[in-house]
């Protein structure tokens, strides 16, 4: 059974910073890659970052390099992904997933997603 739970979403300001959390269980922590994407009203949801099982390789959009860092913790089944500097265009559903897959941006395993609002 695979599960993944995000939380840490919530209403923030332009500048603010929000750090969203996701706890894998069963066999989602073993999987290739980690990630996050998310999915604005009327927009098709969209890649945001990616790590890999060793954490030794991180993938961001163009949209938030510099903005959000990605990180997981083996031993605490977790994957965060800290946003700093956020901006109202960050608002939408975000989900974090996992992939058996080779490729970072393939995902076979989803959470239900955290609502993230940033007004202006």
């Known amino acids: 059974q695979v599960q993944l739970v995000e939380s840490g979403g919530g209403l923030v300001q332009a500048g603010d910073s929000l750090r969203l959390s996701c706890a894998a269980s069963?066999?989602?922590?073993?999987?290739?890659?980690m990630g996050w994407f998310r999915q604005a009203p009327g927009k098709e949801r969209e890649f945001v970052a990616a790590i890999s099982w060793s954490g030794g390789s991180t993938y961001y959009a163009d949209s938030v390099k510099g903005r959000f860092t990605i990180s997981r913790d083996n031993a605490k089944n977790l994957v965060d992904l800290q946003m700093n500097r956020l901006k109202p265009e960050d608002t939408a559903v975000y989900y974090c997933a996992a992939s058996s897959r080779s490729w970072y941006k393939d995902y076979n395993y989803w959470g239900q997603g955290t609502q993230v609002t940033v007004s202006s």
């Open positions: 069963g066999r989602a922590f073993s999987a290739n890659f």
